[in-house]
């Protein structure tokens, strides 16, 4: 893609974190906006301080309900046309032991994460596809879905599917000749509220994770990176970037790819990945 004036763009995830960035910076480059998202609060005051920048739709959506979306898209068509930028950014998180992830919490980290990203795929890429216009779909994975660190089977679990799906789907509309590009965002820990993703989570999936031990001597580790978050804004700068560049893959913050070759290489030595800091510490 050439520019984003007048496009239309759909963002999953779109009331808080990478998605209200993502939003922002589309609205700001003359795009018209269709802000999906779970929570109804917080989509309708981000929608109250954005419109006023452009023009954008408010959809209450639950990504995990292929129906939801197919209405997403409906929703999409109905007010702007089609929509050539599809960015499936929702997502959220469970932390714990592999061993202590309970039935519910699988459902709900693949529902959104996974079968999310895949639902969003499934409604709007083969309009995109009929139409014959460019597009881009971009994907919000994470490193965790190339680094497996302990206390996060789930979302690592989760992130490793969005990945095969990115680069599937990639090498689909490649092989088919289809002018749709496909970017995969891996960040690595950005200032969101993932943390607390919780909040939104379904009251017939609540059985939780306990707190652990384990988990807490995790924590204490990952309070030590404290200084390699990221914002928001910056993950959504760079993803636009990476659309008009043709750009597949893009790890915001550069040193977690070292930690992703020392991964391969161990891994091909016939290793066990250990614990590693981006900068390849232990």
């Known amino acids: 893609m050439q520019s984003f004036v007048g496009t239309t763009a759909v963002v999953s995830g779109a009331a808080s974190g990478i998605g209200r960035a993502l939003t922002e910076r589309l609205l700001a480059e003359g795009a018209r906006v269709v802000m999906a998202d779970i929570e109804q609060l917080a989509l309708d005051a981000a929608t109250a301080e954005l419109g006023s920048r452009g023009e954008v739709l408010p959809v209450v959506t639950d990504v995990r309900d292929p129906s939801a979306v197919d209405a997403l898209a409906a929703r999409t068509a109905e007010a702007f046309g089609l929509a050539h930028l599809v960015f499936a950014n929702a997502g959220v998180a469970v932390s714990g032991a592999t061993w202590d992830v309970t039935p519910d919490d699988w459902s709900w980290v693949l529902g959104v994460n996974v079968l999310g990203v895949a639902n969003m795929v499934h409604s709007f890429v083969p309009p995109l596809i009929a139409a014959g216009e460019p597009g881009h779909v971009c994907i919000t994975a994470s490193v965790a879905g190339y680094l497996n660190q302990p206390g996060f089977g789930a979302y690592n679990a989760s992130k490793h599917a969005v990945v095969a799906i990115a680069e599937s789907l990639a090498a689909d509309l490649r092989e088919a000749g289809h ?79 070292d930690a992703v070759r020392r991964r391969i290489d161990t891994i091909l030595d016939g290793g066990v990945m250990e614990f590693y800091l981006p900068g390849g510490e232990r």
């Not at 607390?196 to 384990?214: E, I, Y």
């Not at 990176?225 to 659309?243: F, K, M, N, R, V």
């Open 179 to 257: 002018p749709v590009g496909v970017t995969l965002l891996a960040p690595w820990f950005v200032r969101t509220q993932l943390g607390q993703s919780g909040r939104n989570r379904p009251d017939d999936l609540a059985d939780a994770t306990p707190p652990s031990a384990f988990m807490q001597q995790v924590a204490g580790r990952l309070g030590s990176w404290s200084d390699t978050t990221q914002g928001p804004e910056e993950i959504a700068d760079l993803a636009l970037a990476a659309i008009l560049h043709g750009r597949f893959a893009v790890f915001p913050y550069a040193p977690s790819m």
